[in-house]
């Protein structure tokens, strides 16, 4: 996520509870858009919207969470 948006944020600093709208991370609909377009070309996954909108997108925490759901899901498909 850091070098996905250029944030200039020392990942020391972030942790699961961390709110993705908050000041240092500052995401807004269209940043996390383009995390979750670049998360599903480094795991060749597929994120449904459903998926998006169950996780309840909040803090680092919750979308690390959705990811690893979503890249697990896919592993027991194969």
Known sequence: MIGVLEL???R???DETTSL???MVGLDSLSLLHILVQVEKRFDIEIDDED???AEL???GSLV???R???DAKGADE
Do not use: F, K, N
């Open 69 to 71: 759901r979503v890249v």
């Open 58 to 60: 909040s803090d680092v």
């Open 52 to 54: 998006v909108m169950a």
């Open 8 to 10: 200039g944020v020392d």
């Open 21 to 23: 709208y908050s000041p």
């Open 12 to 14: 020391d600093r972030l």
């Open 65 to 67: 969470a959705m990811i």
